[in-house]
């Protein structure tokens, strides 16, 4: 080093990676989506439960008392409770199962034994299941 050039200082290390640095700008690029859905479905959810634990009556607040679990076993013992849960159940899995059941049987009628494209009239096991218009 005697002729007076100056030696370039090595550049500091990077904190992370490139690959671990990709990998932390997608999760950050989600924050706002997780931050929006914890407020719009998890504040709700966790704020219901907190809620159903105590006496929350809004036209009389100086009642508002730690009542536990009292309130899911005075639902336990509701007749309204069990009728709406028995409805509930009657149109969340009756259509369903039924829809299916009529759509396979109108697939089942409409193909031939030999597996031939159905035909435009109605094969005989559906002719009492077919609509009006389809029977002309």
Known sequence: MAN???VAAPLARPLLSRRARERLTGYVYLLPVGVVLGGTVLFPILKAMHMSLY???LIKPQEY???GL????RLLHDDVFWLSLE????WVFGPCPSSS???SRRRSCSTSRSGA???SA?????RGSSPGWWSR
């Not at 009292?70 to 076993?73: H, I, V």
């Not at 409805?87 to 009657?90: G, I």
């Not at 109605?122 to 559906?126: E, L």
């Open 4 to 6: 007076g050039a100056t």
């Open 122 to 126: 109605p094969s005989r096991c559906c």
């Open 70 to 73: 009292a309130n899911y076993l």
């Open 65 to 67: 008392r730690y009542v």
């Open 87 to 90: 409805n509930s159940f009657v």
């Open 117 to 119: 494209a159905p035909s």
């Open 55 to 57: 006496n929350h009556v």
């Open 101 to 103: 059941w009529a759509g």
